[in-house]
């Protein structure tokens, strides 16, 4: 079935490191990929979107690229902030009859960025 | 614009008891999802309303019922609360189910604690 597998934390980094968080995904079909962010006591928002093969989705200074043959969509940033704290979640959509729209979410993970 | 609204933030609730979870959105969107999550599962889909009128099951819909009488509302109801069942859950909504230019929009959640 769809899935998304993600890097497990939590993460903690020094102000002005870069990040990454991995993030690998089998689906059937051609799945859309995000991530989101929740920030302390929040609900997720958005944070960047891919939507087919070699895309990249930016936002705030975070990346990701649509990696068809190696399956991933990993998140990346040059310089993360205390501001960046926050728990970062990959997620996946294939829209075809029964899941159509559908998010398919991995575990989460939880970024602490310390000044 | 308020986007999404749940009520209520949170709950503390006796095992056995009847409980109705609401979600509204004035963005007017077609599309509408409930997600409990829970700590190292990320979250995960209860039910799911592609259209006002219109219900079906998620990955985890046992326990839980919804109905979507207008576009607007969203209500989902634990008809006899179990222990299991305490999390936080998260209502969403989108323009389309689906297709490159859907994205979910997430509320705030509700913390439910059964006891």
């Known amino acids: 079935g769809d899935s998304v597998t993600q890097m497990e934390g939590p993460v903690t980094l020094s102000e002005e490191a870069f990040l990454t968080i991995n993030c690998t995904y089998t689906?059937?079909?051609?799945?859309?990929l995000f991530w989101y962010v929740q920030y302390p006591g929040e609900g997720l928002q958005l944070l960047l979107k891919?939507?087919?093969?070699?895309d990249k989705g930016s936002n705030k200074g975070f990346e990701a690229t649509y990696r068809k043959e190696t399956t991933s969509f990993h998140l990346e940033k040059g310089s993360v902030q205390v501001s960046d704290s926050a728990v970062y979640f990959c997620?996946?959509?294939?829209?075809?009859?029964?899941?159509?729209?559908?998010?398919?979410f991995g575990r989460g993970t939880q970024l602490t960025v310390w000044p | 614009i308020a986007g999404i609204t749940q009520a209520p933030t949170s709950q503390i609730l006796a095992a056995g008891r009847r409980m109705t979870l609401r979600c509204t959105q004035d963005?007017?969107?077609?599309?509408m999802y409930w997600y409990r999550q829970d700590l190292g599962l990320g979250l995960r889909l209860i039910h799911y309303?592609?259209?006002?009128?219109?219900?079906g099951k998620g990955e985890v819909p046992d326990g839980y019922s919804v109905s979507r009488a207008n576009t607007d509302d969203f209500p989902l109801t634990l008809a006899s609360a179990v222990p299991s069942q305490t999390s936080v859950y998260f209502c969403?909504?989108?323009?389309?189910?689906?297709?490159?230019?859907?994205?979910?929009?997430f509320g705030p959640g509700t913390r439910l604690t059964v006891l």
């Open positions: 969403a909504s989108s323009r389309l189910a689906g297709g490159s230019t859907d994205t979910q929009y």
């Open positions: 689906a059937t079909g051609y799945p859309s």
């Open positions: 891919a939507t087919k093969a070699d």
């Open positions: 997620a996946l959509r294939v829209d075809r009859g029964s899941t159509l729209g559908r998010l398919y």
């Open positions: 963005m007017r969107h077609n599309a």
């Open positions: 309303s592609n259209t006002a009128g219109t219900t």
